[in-house]
């Protein structure tokens, strides 16, 4: 019961700056959009699919985009609190350690549903046609796998606070091979062998492959239950190592 108390007291904290700036959720999506705005087109030019099924191909990946950007940096105001001091307060406090990583985690899922939500209404103007069963699953599965990015970011921070530009290095390094080995802008169908070799390693290629069919209606396939996998190991993971890094916090 403690552990859920703190949990939800560090949860509404990293909350409220976001509900007092909305502004700062939609400008996470400058990017995205513009991506969208690029390469639906281009994709449709490509492949001759018709307006609507490349916004339905295209979004689910940009929604995907849109998590890993906003999860993956996430860590780098943990690294702001470390270097005021706000983090060493915190743990002074009676807060038990695992909550300090779990309510940040799981605040995680508010920015990234609302982004999400933003992109949908959005695109759907433009011929955007989906399941609604099949987005609320889809969007649970984002909530999930966007609570590992987070816990995976909040771990680099408290690894590299002393050296804060190893944190950038690092996040992206990794961000811009995972984002083209998902699938994300372009098919891989017709790209090298060790190419498509690499993105059966790269966990976002499931949840990528697994958005796309949700979005279609398509909720019994081998695909999603694979995506749902990789996203509940994602979240396992980075709670693992993020609750074991705040424990072992000075």
């Given at each position: 019961?403690?552990?859920?108390?703190?949990?939800?007291?560090?949860?509404?904290?990293e909350?409220?700056?976001?509900?007092?700036?909305?502004?700062?959720?939609?400008?996470?999506?400058?990017?995205?959009?513009?991506?969208?705005?690029?390469?639906?087109?281009?994709?449709?030019?490509?492949?001759?699919l018709?307006?609507?099924?490349s916004?339905?191909?295209?979004?689910?990946?940009?929604?995907?985009?849109?998590?890993?950007?906003?999860?993956?940096?996430?860590?780098?105001?943990?690294?702001?609190?470390?270097?005021?001091?706000?983090?060493?307060?915190?743990?002074?406090?009676?807060?038990?350690?695992?909550s300090?990583?779990?309510?940040?985690?799981?605040?995680?899922?508010?920015?990234?549903?609302?982004?999400?939500?933003?992109?949908?209404?959005?695109?759907?103007?433009?011929?955007?046609?989906?399941?609604?069963?099949?987005v609320?699953?889809?969007?649970?599965?984002?909530?999930v796998?966007?609570?590992?990015?987070?816990?995976?970011?909040?771990?680099?921070?408290l690894?590299?606070?002393?050296?804060?530009?190893?944190?950038?290095?690092?996040?992206?390094?990794l961000?811009?091979?995972m984002?083209?080995?998902?699938?994300?802008?372009?098919?891989?169908?017709?790209?090298?062998?060790?190419?498509?070799?690499?993105?059966?390693?790269?966990?976002?290629?499931?949840?990528?492959?697994?958005?796309?069919?949700?979005?279609?209606?398509?909720?019994?396939?081998?695909?999603?239950?694979?995506?749902?996998?990789?996203?509940?190991?994602?979240?396992?993971?980075?709670?693992?190592?993020?609750?074991?890094?705040?424990?072992?916090?000075t």
């Amino acid at each position: 019961m403690k552990l859920a108390t703190d949990t939800g007291l560090v949860f509404t904290r990293e909350l409220r700056p976001l509900l007092r700036d909305p502004f700062t959720v939609l400008f996470g999506l400058i990017q995205p959009l513009i991506f969208l705005g690029l390469f639906a087109p281009l994709l449709t030019g490509m492949t001759g699919l018709n307006t609507a099924e490349s916004l339905r191909w295209f979004v689910p990946g940009v929604l995907v985009m849109v998590a890993l950007f906003g999860t993956s940096t996430t860590g780098a105001n943990l690294i702001q609190e470390m270097q005021t001091g706000s983090h060493e307060r915190q743990l002074v406090t009676p807060l038990t350690r695992s909550s300090l990583l779990l309510g940040r985690a799981l605040k995680e899922i508010a920015p990234t549903v609302a982004q999400a939500l933003v992109v949908i209404a959005v695109t759907v103007p433009f011929g955007l046609r989906l399941s609604v069963l099949g987005v609320i699953v889809g969007l649970t599965m984002l909530a999930v796998f966007s609570v590992g990015m987070g816990a995976l970011s909040y771990s680099l921070a408290l690894a590299v606070k002393n050296q804060d530009w190893m944190f950038w290095v690092v996040q992206q390094t990794l961000l811009f091979p995972m984002l083209i080995l998902a699938g994300m802008l372009l098919p891989l169908d017709s790209g090298p062998g060790w190419l498509r070799t690499a993105a059966h390693v790269n966990p976002l290629t499931y949840v990528v492959d697994a958005e796309r069919l949700l979005f279609a209606g398509d909720l019994w396939n081998r695909t999603v239950l694979e995506g749902a996998v990789a996203a509940a190991v994602t979240a396992a993971v980075g709670l693992w190592v993020g609750i074991h890094a705040m424990r072992r916090a000075t």
